[in-house]
Every structure is written in structure tokens, then in C-alpha cells.
């Protein structure tokens, strides 16, 4: 099955290069462009693209409430991978919150970029775990926002492992258990707290201090 792209990104020279990189990968297609957010929502609804290559900083319309607005009127909404020039950035950490399942350097290699596409389509393990743990350093609060939360303790476990950034087979093998039984638990770890993927629950285990950066 081809996965399709849509490049989102004021610069011209950046959204060739990320066509020149996407459009040689065997089951990877660049299916449209846009240059600012503004254009985003229109080019969805006619190009339904699996993943959505997204500008943070655009002119009009940035990346951040370009993605809020995808996760909150498409049904089911696109994969969204920021594209960022700084890695430490509150502009990122946002729109991970908007709903953005992971980010990218500009810089990245080809490779990086094509890896990263396809880590979000399987949805399995988490896009630059280290980094998404930098970031949220500056935001986690103290104690245990998640204890209202009804997880189990084996699923607190897995969300916990999940912050890592492990695949659901690494943390088969962590806990000694069947990959279909920690898909089950990754789950209900989304479903008991209202996350999208993988990315918004490990957003919101930060975010609550029931995980914290350091750790």
C-alpha cells in the first residue's frame, strides 16, 4: 500500500528536496504541497494523505494550529511529523500537543526523514523519544497528574516504556509477554486516556508528572 505525503512548507527548496526524498521511496508518494497552513485543510479533504510533512513556523496560518485543526475536524486525521529547524523549541512541544505524532530536523538525512514517515504510519514506537523528553523538561509539573487515571498497574508499566520511545516487540521482551498482549495494553492505555497515538499519551504522561524527563 502507498503512503501518501503532503509537504507543507513556505520554502520552495524545501519542499523539493522533501519531494526528491519522498518520491524515490518504494511505497512513498508525494501526493500534494502547500505553502502555509492556511492551504491545509482544503488539500486534505480532496488528497486525504496518510501523513502530512508540516512547517512549524509559516507566515499565515503556523503549523501548530494547522494541526489542532486536523485533529479536531477530520475523522480519521492524518499523521502529523513537525518540521523544525530547532529542535528545543516550545513551538514544537506544542504542536506535539495539537496532535503532531512526532518531529523532524530540517536538517535530518534522507534516511531520518523516510524512517520517521514510516515509524508514524506503523504507530508502533514513538518518533525521537530523547528529544521529546528534552523538550518536555521545561513543562512537566510535580507529583502524579495520572492518578485519577484507572490504568492498571501493568499498563502503567507499559506507559512508562512507552515514554522510551520502545517498540511494542521491546517492550514484549522487557516484560516477557506476547507482542498481541502489549498491543492490547498500549490499547487501553490510549482509550483510558482519551489519546489519538502513542505520541499524545507519552505527551500527556509529561504533562501530567506521572512520567518526568529525566527519568
Known amino acids: ?38 492551504e491545509v485543510p482544503g488539500l486534505v479533504a480532496r488528497l486525504r494523505p496518510d501523513v502530512v510533512l508540516m512547517d512549524v513556523r509559516m507566515p499565515a496560518v503556523d503549523g501548530i494550529a494547522a494541526t489542532a485543526h486536523l485533529m479536531s475536524t477530520v475523522d480519521p486525521p492524518p499523521k502529523v511529523i513537525v518540521v523544525t529547524t530547532f529542535e528545543n523549541d516550545d ?18 538525512r534522507p534516511e531520518e526523514i523516510v524512517g520517521a514517515i514510516r515509524t508514524v504510519v506503523t504507530g508502533e514506537s514513538l518518533l525521537f523519544p530523547a528529544a521529546i523528553r528534552r523538550l518536555a523538561a521545561g513543562h512537566a509539573p510535580a507529583g502524579d497528574g495520572l492518578a485519577g487515571v484507572n490504568l492498571t498497574e501493568r499498563e502503567r508499566e507499559v506507559l512508562r516504556l512507552m515514554a522510551l520511545g520502545l517498540s511494542n516487540v521491546e517492550i514484549a521482551g522487557e516484560l516477557y509477554l506476547g507482542v498481541q498482549t502489549v498491543k492490547t495494553h498500549v490499547g487501553n492505555v490510549l482509550a483510558k486516556l482519551g489519546a489519538r497515538d502513542r505520541t499524545q499519551a507519552v505527551i500527556r504522561a509529561y504533562d501530567s508528572g506521572f512520567v518526568l524527563p529525566a527519568g
Request: negative net charge; hydrophobic residues 50%; aromatic residues 6%.
Open 1 to 38: 500500500m502507498s503512503v501518501g505525503v503532503l509537504l507543507v512548507d513556505d520554502e520552495p527548496l524545501i519542499r523539493a528536496g522533501l519531494r526528491a526524498i519522498v518520491d524515490c521511496e518504494d511505497g512513498l508518494s508525494v501526493v500534494g504541497e502547500a505553502a502555509d497552513g492556511a
Open 91 to 108: 513551538y514544537v512541544y506544542d504542536a506535539l500537543r495539537a496532535g503532531a505524532s512526532g518531529f523532524l530536523l530540517k536538517r535530518a
